[in-house]
């Protein structure tokens, strides 16, 4: 073989290793896991109480093989064409009525949908509504609500009924005399039979007359899912709850909090205000907090599981 072909050959070799390497580098970037923003925990701050672990070895271990424990969720950030015009044609929006800002696109003037850059979206009527009690049961409101989601094809992968929020109406001069005026009904999502902690939710808010008067969506579907390898083990993330890192509502006076349970659980931020794309995974601590050797109450703490 003739040296320039040899010069040629051994120029296509680093070429393609240049390639492969930019394509995986590119790839990397892609997958790179933002970290969780947890907000500011309720009181556990305020004190110092001391932490003590009485989670048994199987249990550690079994949480340690825990499949869930690498598993981060990528969600999708941009909205389904077909959800604009759904909602646009059960609420008639004026989608030529259009409002670009920093935060997404509105439609609309009297029955508004607001599309989040993130996503999410909010939809609102403005109509006046007359301040009627709500006569609805619980029952129909989430018949209802359910029923509109699922026409309108934006239910979250592994929904579930939450509860429900009651808007009320005082009289000023009787402060205890009160009506309900609406009823919100609000799902949220489910992993692989684990709760979603965080900013996840679907809501369908309902006045007397069973009309909808709002609808939140903040939440995205799962695009892809992808492993991760560098994961904190349970005693790192004990050594978490005890620098007050994580999230960690524990009841006013604590002095001593008790660790008797663990278990995975997920994290999703799809407010607008968060530049979070994933659902993430998190120890989930919970057991007894007491001042001196009285009991005051339950405490839980989320602690992320991604090594950041």
């Not at 296509?12 to 923003?37: A, E, G, H, M």
């Not at 009690?133 to 209802?144: A, F, Q, V």
């Not at 994933?278 to 090594?307: C, H, N, R």
């Amino acid at each position: 073989m003739c040296k320039k072909n040899k010069i040629i050959i051994t120029l296509l070799c680093l070429s393609v290793v240049v390639i492969l390497i930019i394509i995986y580098q590119n790839k990397t970037d892609t997958f790179r896991i933002p970290q969780i923003q947890f907000p500011a925990s309720t009181n556990a701050s305020d004190y110092v109480f001391v932490t003590e672990n009485h989670l048994k070895t199987d249990q550690v271990k079994e949480i340690s093989k825990d499949d869930g424990l690498r598993k981060v969720y990528i969600l999708n950030e941009s909205i389904d064409d077909s959800v604009i015009d759904n909602i646009q044609q059960k609420f008639n929006i004026n989608v030529d009525n259009k409002n670009i800002t920093s935060e997404g696109v509105t439609y609309g003037d009297i029955n508004k949908l607001t599309v989040q850059n993130n996503g999410c979206f909010n939809f609102y009527s403005s109509a006046d509504n007359t301040l009627c009690e709500m006569t609805l049961s619980d029952e129909e409101c989430k018949r209802i609500a359910s029923e509109t989601i699922n026409d309108l094809g934006i239910f979250m992968e592994g929904y579930t009924f939450s509860g429900i929020i009651y808007g009320t109406c005082y009289d000023f001069d009787n402060p205890n005399d009160k009506m309900i005026i609406s009823k919100e009904v609000v799902f949220t999502r489910g992993i692989d039979d684990s709760k979603v902690f965080g900013n996840s939710k679907v809501s369908v808010q309902l006045t007397d007359d069973g009309k909808v008067h709002s609808i939140t969506a903040n939440y995205r579907n799962i695009n892809e899912t992808v492993n991760v390898d560098e994961i904190i083990s349970v005693d790192e993330a004990i050594s978490k709850l005890n620098n007050y890192e994580g999230f960690i509502t524990v009841p006013d006076g604590a002095t001593k909090v008790v660790v008797d349970n663990i278990k995975v659980s997920y994290w999703e931020d799809s407010a607008n205000k968060y530049d979070n794309n994933t659902i993430q995974p998190v120890y989930e601590l919970t057991g007894k907090a007491y001042d001196g050797d009285k009991l005051l109450g339950a405490f839980t703490a989320l602690e992320s599981v991604i090594d950041e």
